[in-house]
């Protein structure tokens, strides 16, 4: 990572702490590797991502429905799933100053990366990303269960559950978002790879031999809901995996890229995943997971497409993406519907009845929107502390809205001001606002 690239992400970490985005997990006892807490602006924006996810991945169709399963399930999903035996990354230790790598991720013909060392690594081993605990008081063997590293089986095995519930038929698709945890070798560029992190994934089972065909639509789908999210365009491109990068389970796969301050990484994978989950759940629980065409009279295995995205780290790719240094100030240019505060509302001075005029406004705003009612310290540092939030508009009431009725309506990029009459908020902000 260059020197520059380094300061980026300094100055972002340290401004999610300031305004309250992300704090590190634990922090009074000296914090914990790769945990990290959303604090009042986090959450809201984390949300926010979310809604817009199953906006558009739920309520805008009409062949997908949504789950909410379990984090702990039977062991036998895992093997299954293939996850026992095989999901591992392989690593290696530095044998001079024992810091370990995934073996991919370095290359071990040149010198150690932390201390210089030449021909210093050990031999890679397989190691199991899984978390493993124990349910019910017993440690042994048998009451091993894992706390799941992806969403994703948990919508294969209610796969009949979902389709006889909502009567689809296919194609169709279920999406979930939830927490996953997989024990990193190496955890870091903050919340870009970390232990624990919320998935929001979406299976799409279709018959086979139209697979290639759906699998082009969600790639294509899923490039473009970037736009929804605000994000650069030249910033993504997408990353299509060779025939050695493909996954045990893939026929086709595609990452979203998107380049970063410490180069181009992934923040989405499409996966054409065939019938393998569903044939591999079929031969492990014993139980039928064939679908019946009830016009062409064939049962088969559904072959699934996947869409799997990280909400962590498309929160970072936005704040990312959003922060920009100007001369006088520092903004977030977030998307409106991603902001956390859509709206501050300001007394330009803290007296002649405009503290409560503005708190009226306020108050007729929430409940709607988040808003932020600020009347402390001089306008221009108000503005700032809201920049910083990445607040699209700061509403004033002034001296003329005394008289006329009307607040300065301030835009966060432009900082261009206009006058709105109160009446007109309402309707003003609906439309500057809508998803
Ligand atoms: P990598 O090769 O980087 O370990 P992956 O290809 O195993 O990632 P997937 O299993 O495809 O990742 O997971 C789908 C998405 O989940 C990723 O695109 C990413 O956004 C998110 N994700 C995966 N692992 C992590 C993690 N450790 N921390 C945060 N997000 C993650």
Redesign the pocket.
């Known amino acids: 990572m260059g020197a520059q690239n380094d300061k980026t992400m300094d100055k972002l970490i340290s401004l999610a702490k300031r305004r309250g985005f992300i704090f590190q997990s634990s922090e009074i006892y000296g914090g914990i590797n790769s945990c990290y807490d959303y604090g009042p602006l986090g959450i809201e924006l984390k949300k926010n991502i979310k809604e817009l996810w199953w906006q558009s991945m739920v309520y805008e169709r009409d062949d997908i429905e949504g789950v909410d399963a379990s984090i702990l399930m039977h062991p036998k999903v895992w093997e299954a799933s293939g996850h026992v035996d095989g999901f591992t ?1 392989p690593m290696v230790d530095c044998k001079q100053c024992k810091s370990r790598f995934r073996e991919d991720q370095i290359d071990t013909q040149k010198p150690c990366p932390v201390c210089g060392t030449r021909d210093s690594f050990t031999e890679a081993r397989q190691f199991n990303l899984m978390f493993k605990t124990y349910m019910g008081p017993v440690e042994d063997s048998g009451h091993i269960v894992f706390l799941r590293p ?1 969403t994703a089986q948990g919508i294969y095995v209610n796969f009949h559950n979902v389709r006889e519930a909502a009567r689809q038929k296919l194609p169709f698709g279920i999406a979930q978002i939830g927490k ?1 945890f ?1 024990n ?1 070798i190496t ?1 870091g560029n903050y ?5 624990e ?1 919320e ?1 929001m ?1 979406m299976q799409y089972f279709v018959k086979p031999g139209e697979d290639d065909e759906w699998f082009t639509y969600w790639k294509e789908q899923r490039f473009q809901w970037y736009d929804r999210l605000g994000l650069r365009r030249e910033k993504l491109r997408f990353h299509g995996h060779a025939q050695d990068e493909l ?1 045990h389970y893939a026929k086709k796969a595609f ?1 979203i890229e998107y380049e970063f301050p410490f180069g181009w ?5 499409i ?1 054409n995943r065939t019938d393998f989950d569903l044939g591999r759940h079929k031969e492990h629980s014993g139980k039928d997971l064939r679908y019946y065409d009830d016009q062409s009279k064939e049962r088969f295995i559904p072959y699934i497409i996947e869409t ?3 909400t ?3 929160l970072l790719t936005c704040l990312i993406d959003a922060y920009t240094e100007e001369e006088e100030r520092v903004v977030l240019k977030l998307a409106p519907s991603i902001a956390p505060i859509k709206v501050a509302v300001f007394p330009l001075v803290k007296r002649d009845g405009m503290p409560e005029i503005a708190k009226n406004i306020a108050a007729d705003l929430r409940g709607k929107y988040r808003v932020f009612y600020d009347e402390g310290g001089s306008i221009g540092r108000r503005y700032r502390r809201q920049d910083e939030a990445g607040t699209p508009y700061c509403l004033t009431v002034d001296t003329q809205t005394m008289e006329d009725q009307t607040v300065t309506v301030r835009e966060r990029d432009s900082m261009e001001q206009e006058r709105i009459k109160m009446d007109d908020l309402q309707a003003y902000l609906e439309d500057k606002l809508k998803f």
């Open positions: 990354d992806e996953a997989r990193e955890p919340i870009f790879r970390t232990r992190f998935q994934e996954a990452d990484h992934e923040i989405e994978g996966h799997s995205i990280g962590d780290r498309t």
